[in-house]
């Protein structure tokens, strides 16, 4: 399945380690790193001011992009009817197994995100993380996105920062030097700079509500939420009701 929205190059390497992707010591060991923060960050922008124990009860919430369902699953445990939607058909049916094995009801969808639009479907807030920079014209993803959202709903997008830092920390350090990611999981030419991704959201339609940086102490190890924007970044945006 390839379009301007999907890059075979990158379909295939996710492919070659889909059935790896719940294992916290695999190739994406770094992804199962940053989720507590990505989860804590998606809560205070989609639900603010929520402190339920399920804070997306009751809410349709889309994984564009999802991969395996690293962020659906959990997504689903915090109440939402979460739907995991990507092009990877490997990853996609990773996810379904995981999703089985937790007990969780969770629907993965193996399309591109115009196909999901094209059939109508409508979600009150959604994600899209660490996928931007992997698709060859970020700014079509974006339509689709507006599309897909109801009036009033919410993204929480993520990605990468083009700067000599990212190429230093993403690409240097985590893919060479401390082989955090598997080599060759970026290409720092599609790094998306903030004021590029806002450019695109504002004019796929949406108002931008804000952004933060994500930050990595390597001497603990850990991922935190910081005002650097120079490496990895969250941007919330809104379609206006």
Known sequence: MQNK???????????DVADHWWDPRGPMKMLHRINP?????????LTPGNHDALPFDGLRILDLGCGAGLVTLPLARLGAEATGLDPTEKAVMAGM???ERQGLEVTF????????AADGAQFDHAVCLEMLEHVPDPSLILSDLFALLKPGGRAVLSTLNRT???????IVVAEHLGRFVPRGTHQWRKFIKPKELASMAEQAGFQIMGQ????????????FLSDDLSVNYFMTVEKPA
Do not use: C
């Not at 000599?164 to 993403?170: D, I, L, M």
């Open 5 to 15: 929205r999907t890059d075979q190059r990158e379909l295939d390497q996710f492919a």
């Open 109 to 116: 969808i193996h399309q591109t995100s115009d196909q999901l």
């Open 97 to 99: 197994r995981e999703a």
């Open 37 to 45: 923060e990505r989860l804590a960050h998606i809560r205070t922008q």
């Open 164 to 170: 000599p830092k990212s190429f230093a920390g993403a």
């Open 212 to 223: 933060t940086g994500l930050s990595f102490d390597f001497l603990r190890g850990v991922f």
